[in-house]
C-alpha cells in the first residue's frame, strides 16, 4: 500500500507539473480554496515543497497570501450580502446565537478562519456583521499561516522521503 501511495503523489505530482508552475498553483488554489468553494489547498502546497524544499517558505507565504485574499473576498461578499438584505428587508436581521458568539469575540474569532467547514463562512459571516476589516485581515492572516506551517511540517515529518521519487 506504501509504494501504491508513492506511485499516486508521483503521477500527482507529474501531472499538475508543480515544480515548473508550484508558487502560481500553490496561490491560486489556496485563493480559490479559502473562499466558500470547497477545496482544500494543502495537497498542492505539500507537492510543490516536497518538490523542492528550499521552497518551504517561499510557499507557505504565498499559500498565505493566496488564503487571506480568498477570505478577504468572502468577508467582502457577506458585507454586501448584509447590505442587500438590508436594503430589500429595511430592518435588522435576526440575530441567532452564533452571530451573538461572533460579535462577543469580534475580529479575534477571524483566527478560526483555517477550520475546516466553518472557516470560510466565518469570513463572510464577519463582513456580514460589518467587523473591523482590517483587525479581521490581521487575525486571519495569522490563523491561515499558522495553519500552512503546521500541516506542511506534519505532512513532512509523516510521508517517508522515498514514498515519492
Request: aromatic fraction near 14%.
Amino acid at each position: 500500500m506504501e509504494a501504491w501511495l508513492g506511485h499516486l503523489i508521483h503521477d500527482l505530482l507529474a501531472a499538475l507539473a508543480l515544480p515548473q508552475v508550484g508558487l502560481v498553483a500553490v496561490f491560486v488554489i489556496a485563493f480559490v480554496s479559502a473562499t466558500l468553494l470547497p477545496l482544500g489547498s494543502e495537497p498542492a502546497l505539500y507537492l510543490v515543497v516536497k518538490a523542492d524544499p528550499a521552497l518551504f517558505w517561499p510557499a507557505i507565504l504565498v499559500a498565505t497570501v493566496g488564503n487571506t485574499l480568498g477570505g478577504i473576498t468572502s468577508w467582502w461578499v457577506g458585507y454586501g450580502a448584509e447590505r442587500a438584505v438590508e436594503a430589500a428587508r429595511h430592518k435588522s436581521p435576526p440575530n441567532p446565537r452564533a452571530l451573538a458568539w461572533l460579535q462577543r469575540f469580534g475580529p479575534k474569532a477571524c483566527l478560526l478562519s483555517w477550520l475546516p467547514v466553518v472557516g470560510d463562512p466565518l469570513c463572510a459571516v464577519a463582513g456580514w456583521l460589518r467587523l473591523p476589516f482590517w483587525p479581521c485581515v490581521g487575525w486571519m492572516a495569522l490563523g491561515k499561516f499558522l495553519r500552512f506551517v503546521f500541516y506542511t511540517a506534519a505532512l513532512l515529518w509523516l510521508i517517508p522521503p522515498d514514498w515519492i521519487s
